[in-house]
């Protein structure tokens, strides 16, 4: 079921809520950005998604100019959502970082199943639902 969620950087400058379904999944990417940052996040629609504080904080990492925008606050470094475009179709949407998110259940989160992608070799958007598969 779909829920509000609200959630922030570490340091509470950047802002933000939104509307996600946790028992749809979350995804783990292997390329190094995600992995050495433990990126985890939830893919949300950009009308599901709302800045309520920080923009002025947000600095802008492009590390895959084709695909991805790396955001992470200026002040403390964390990245609580990136925006990403699907190289199929051209659309839109955000990644929320769910260990970002202020009320998100335990439980939830433990249940959410996990997609797999292999960003390592430029395929994120081939979601598997374990490793190797």
């Known amino acids: 079921m779909k829920k ?3 959630g922030g950087c ?3 400058a950047v802002r933000f809520e939104a ?3 946790l028992s749809l999944g979350t995804l783990r990417c292997n390329c190094a950005i995600c992995t050495q ?4 996040p939830a893919i949300v629609a950009p009308d599901a998604f709302r800045l309520l504080a920080g ?3 947000l600095t802008e990492q492009m590390l895959d100019t084709s695909n991805s925008h790396y955001i992470v606050c200026k002040r403390c470094g964390v990245r609580a959502f990136g925006v ?3 190289p199929d179709t051209g659309a839109s949407a955000y990644g929320v970082n769910v260990t970002c998110l202020d009320d998100a ?3 939830d989160l433990a249940n959410s199943p996990i997609s797999y992608v292999d960003g390592h070799r430029g395929a994120w ?5 374990a490793i190797g598969s």
């Open 4 to 6: 509000t969620y609200t």
């Open 125 to 129: 958007h081939v979601a598997r639902t």
């Open 84 to 86: 990403g475009h699907s």
């Open 55 to 57: 923009e002025s904080e």
């Open 10 to 12: 570490h340091c509470d």
């Open 19 to 21: 509307d996600i379904d």
């Open 105 to 107: 259940d335990l439980d």
């Open 37 to 40: 940052t433990r990126f985890w």
